[in-house]
Each structure stands twice: as structure tokens, then as C-alpha cells.
């Protein structure tokens, strides 16, 4: 089945740092990819989609400036939180596609980030 | 605006009993529709993924099915196993509008299998 691998799993750092995840799908080509954040006991909120080689479309609130995403190629893509504060603590799930919308979409694992 | 509704919010059976988990959605536009399986603190494994043109789609002891007209989606699980325990999430696919090929998912329902 398709496989969607994200690191690091966790990360812990402190205040002002920034941090990079990644996003890759390992055995197709993600014609699109997507970033979600999911809040304690809340379901997913989409921050942005992005097709390889052109800029992520962010949804409304979310700020483009502050979460980066870069998707260099069919197979990667990255976020970027720059300066993290604490309340940019969540856990960030990627997910990918292969084709169009009728294609299904698979997840990575996600991502624990803690801002201290 | 999209929404999607699940009931019940938590459930929770005796190992070996049928259940079924429903799912509501407003706009009956919509390319598809998937049902997920979240482990607590891990990431969204896909079930089944139904079209628009679909009634519904089998996977093992999981049968879903779509009455795209009425909004509503179910998921049934027969002879639940402990193994089954996890928050099951419902998301549909727009087919238009400004959200066109986006997901929107409900909140989920936390289910818990007894031994």
C-alpha cells in the first residue's frame, strides 16, 4: 500500500527556534500534498496544499510566513516553523495524493512538537 | 460551508459485537468520501474510500456505504476485536466551490472494544 514516512515523530525545543519536518511519500509519486494540524481531542484543520514545484495555497488564518512549506519534488515535502512559540505546540500530520481528487489521500504518522 | 457531523462522539462494546458508526455531511457535493482510523498520537490510516457513484465498499469485517442524497455515510464493523480500538474519523472531498478537492473531517468517534 502506499506509504507516507514524516520525521522526526517528536520534537522538543525551546522558544525563538525554528524546526523543520518532513513529509515523504515513499512508494508513489504525490502529485499533491497537504499539512494538517490537530489541536488535543479535536479532529484535523488543513493549513495548506501544495503541488510539487509551485507555492503551498494556505488556508485562510494560517500564516504563510510563519509555516514555511517547500515540495521540491514528486516525493517531498517540507514545513517549516520558523521562530516557534508555544502556542505553536501541536501535532502536524502530512498527507499525500497520487492523481486526482478522486484519488484517496494517506497520511504520515505526525509530528509532536512541544514549544517550551 | 461544509460540515461534517459523527455520532456518537465515543462508543463503547463487548469484544464480538456489530456496531456501526455514522457519519453526516451537508454538501452533497462531493467527490468521495473516506474513513479513517487514528491510533492515539499517531497518524490517519485510510479504511475505505467510497466515490460519489458508489453505494458502498467492503474491506474485511468493514463495510461502509454513502447515500450521497441524504448525507449520510456508515461504517460498520463486524465482530469488533480489542485491536479495533481507535478514534474512527469521516472526511469527504469537496467537488466545488472554494474548498474544491479539500478534505473536511468530522470530529470523530472514539471507540473502545472490551476484552
Known amino acids: 500500500g502506499a506509504v507516507v514516512s514524516q520525521h522526526p515523530s517528536r520534537v522538543i525545543c525551546k522558544s525563538g527556534t525554528s524546526v523543520k519536518i518532513e513529509c515523504r511519500s515513499l512508494?508513489?509519486?504525490?502529485?499533491?500534498m497537504f499539512w494538517y494540524r490537530q489541536f488535543p481531542k479535536q479532529s484535523l484543520m488543513l493549513m495548506a496544499t501544495?503541488?510539487?514545484?509551485?507555492?503551498?495555497?494556505?488556508e485562510q488564518g494560517v500564516e504563510k510566513d510563519k509555516f514555511l512549506i517547500n515540495h521540491a519534488s514528486l516525493t517531498l515535502s517540507t514545513l517549516t516553523v520558523t521562530s516557534a512559540h508555544p502556542e505553536d505546540s501541536s501535532f502536524y500530520i502530512c498527507?499525500?495524493?497520487?492523481?486526482?481528487?478522486?484519488?484517496?489521500?494517506?497520511f504520515g504518522d505526525g509530528t509532536r512538537l512541544s514549544i517550551l | 460551508k461544509q460540515e461534517v457531523t459523527q455520532i456518537p462522539a465515543a462508543l463503547s462494546v463487548p469484544e464480538g459485537e456489530n456496531l456501526v458508526l455514522n457519519c453526516s455531511f451537508t454538501d452533497s457535493a462531493i467527490y468521495n468520501l473516506q474513513w479513517f482510523r487514528q491510533d492515539p498520537g499517531k497518524g490517519l490510516t485510510s479504511l475505505l474510500l467510497?466515490?460519489?457513484?458508489?453505494r458502498e465498499q467492503t474491506s474485511g469485517r468493514l463495510n461502509a456505504s454513502l447515500d450521497k442524497s441524504s448525507g449520510r455515510s456508515t461504517l460498520y464493523i463486524a465482530a469488533s476485536q480489542p485491536g479495533d480500538s481507535a478514534t474512527y474519523l469521516c472526511?469527504?472531498?469537496?467537488?466545488?466551490?472554494?474548498?474544491?478537492?479539500?478534505?473536511?473531517f468530522g470530529q470523530g468517534t472514539i471507540l473502545t472494544v472490551h476484552p
Open positions: 501544495s503541488n510539487e514545484g509551485s507555492k503551498a495555497t494556505y
Open positions: 472526511a469527504v472531498r469537496h467537488a466545488g466551490g472554494t474548498s474544491y478537492g479539500k478534505l473536511t
Open positions: 498527507s499525500a495524493r497520487k492523481g486526482g481528487s478522486n484519488q484517496p489521500q494517506h
Open positions: 467510497i466515490q460519489s457513484s458508489q
Open positions: 512508494d508513489f509519486q504525490a502529485t499533491t
